[in-house]
């Protein structure tokens, strides 16, 4: 039932809803008033799965782009999984950027998104350059993906690819 929820809450986002609430939820997921709660102590908590959701699916285009080339065409290829996830997923992109998730991104090493970025730059450039190294590639991806999402710049895929391919052969170390 929660992981029902949590998706009915994502379609409801997906969709524009404008006030996305338990009660709201539990009408479009076909559950009394009160289920969600049985989950989810309040609306925050909600908005705080339906955010790490978007974390996990976020993680797995990334995971998927990292694995189609080497080097520094894969921190390229995680750049354009990004732009096209925040392209994708407009409204729930900002919901997992705008504080409500119990995780915070960048995270816990482990399974986040961010340390997939993390253990990418890690192969390229020296150990002690790594954590600004992937701080600055995260800084100009979330910028492009912001830009894009709020019409302030139309990059198109290729223009995006330019940007993060000249960023990445700036980085120093090997590849």
């Not at 730059?121 to 894009?148: D, F, K, N």
């Not at 052969?169 to 590849?175: E, K, N, S, T, V």
Request: net charge negative.
């Amino acid at each position: 039932m929660r992981e029902r929820l949590v998706q009915v809450a994502m379609e409801m986002l997906a969709e524009g809803a404008s006030e996305l609430s338990l009660r709201s939820v539990a009408r479009a997921a076909g559950v009394s008033a009160m289920a969600p709660y049985r989950h989810f102590p309040d609306k925050a908590a909600l908005l705080s799965a339906v955010a790490d959701a978007g974390f996990v699916m976020l993680r797995a285009s990334l995971e998927a782009a990292d694995a189609e080339v080497s080097g520094r065409e894969a921190l390229v290829a995680q750049g354009l999984a990004y732009l096209a996830f925040a392209r994708a997923h407009p409204a729930l992109f900002r919901l997992m950027f705008s504080g409500v998730c119990e995780t915070p991104e960048p995270g816990d090493a482990g399974g986040s998104a961010y340390a997939v970025l993390a253990r990418r730059v890690e192969r390229i450039v020296p150990a002690a350059h790594a954590a600004v190294a992937t701080t600055a590639a995260w800084a100009i991806v979330h910028g492009l993906a912001m830009l894009a999402l709020d019409g302030r710049a139309a990059a198109g895929q290729q223009e995006a690819g330019a940007v993060l391919a000249l960023f990445a052969h700036g980085l120093g170390g090997a590849d």
